[in-house]
T-cell receptor
Framework: ELKVEQNPLFLSMQEGKNYTIYCNYSTTSDRLYWYRQDPGKSLESLFVLLSNGAVKQEGRLMASLDTKARLSTLHITAAVHDLSATYFCAVGRNAGNNRKLIWGLGTSLAVNP | GAVVSQHPSRVICKSGTSVKIECRSLDFQATTMFWYRQFPKQSLMLMATSNEGSKATYEQGVEKDKFLINHASLTLSTLTVTSAHPEDSSFYIC????????????FGQGTRLTVV
């Protein structure tokens, strides 16, 4: 059974600091996603990682994937208040075009001035 | 990017009534639609997967007679919560997929359902 674990679940950090969110999954998969969710809103796609060693960056966020370790990281550089949100990783079940996703519990990030 | 339009964004209904939530794919053909529910401060829970023209596949523990899913066309899928109870109050989100972009999922805006 595919399980996805995220940590930390809650993160409070100061503006300007760096931090990393981790996403571990239990069985092989061919794709990993990072999403952002603001309170009361739907999900915003951040990154889709499809291969071992994939690294993607957008602004202050950088995501990487190590399929051998079954680990993805979301690194935050020089955090700003606007990054406060809940971040979810989701892993696709390894079944070709089957886009079913298994979700982590989310990391609630609060960036304080 | 591809857009999924979900309506209504918020709905309040009385216990015992039914509520229909619509998800329309505006600029692509959604061959598959996933329906999720999310409780406050929790992760997404997949309820069911629907493929256009066929019956939905429900996840374990989800009552198919209570949560009716219809995916009659490539651009429209609906979730009807029948005989709603207060415990059905939740945030419901749809996510559409297309074979042309198999690694991507496009989310609707979500529907906040409150049953009073």
């Amino acid at each position: 059974e595919l399980k996805v674990e995220q940590n930390p679940l809650f993160l409070s950090m100061q503006e300007g600091k760096n931090y990393t969110i981790y996403c571990n999954y239990s069985t092989t998969s061919d794709r990993l996603y990072w999403y952002r969710q603001d309170p009361g809103k739907s999900l915003e796609s951040l990154f889709v990682l499809l291969s071992n060693g994939a690294v993607k960056q957008e602004g202050r966020l950088m995501a990487s994937l190590d399929t051998k370790a079954r680990l993805s990281t979301l690194h935050i550089t020089a955090a700003v208040h606007d990054l406060s949100a809940t971040y979810f990783c989701a892993v696709g079940r390894n079944a070709g075009n089957n886009r079913k996703l298994i979700w982590g519990l989310g990391t609630s990030l609060a960036v304080n001035p | 990017g591809a857009v999924v339009s979900q309506h209504p964004s918020r709905v309040i209904c009385k216990s015992g009534t039914s509520v229909k939530i619509e998800c329309r794919s505006l600029d692509f053909q959604a061959t598959t639609m996933f329906w999720y529910r999310q409780f406050p401060k929790q992760s997404l829970m997949l309820m069911a997967t629907s493929n256009e023209g066929s019956k939905a596949t429900y996840e374990q523990g989800v009552e198919k007679d209570k949560f009716l899913i219809n995916h009659a066309s490539l651009t429209l899928s609906t979730l009807t919560v029948t005989s709603a109870h207060p415990e059905d109050s939740s945030f419901y989100i749809c996510s559409g997929g297309t074979g042309e972009r198999p690694t991507e999922a496009f989310f609707g805006q979500g529907t906040r359902l409150t049953v009073v």
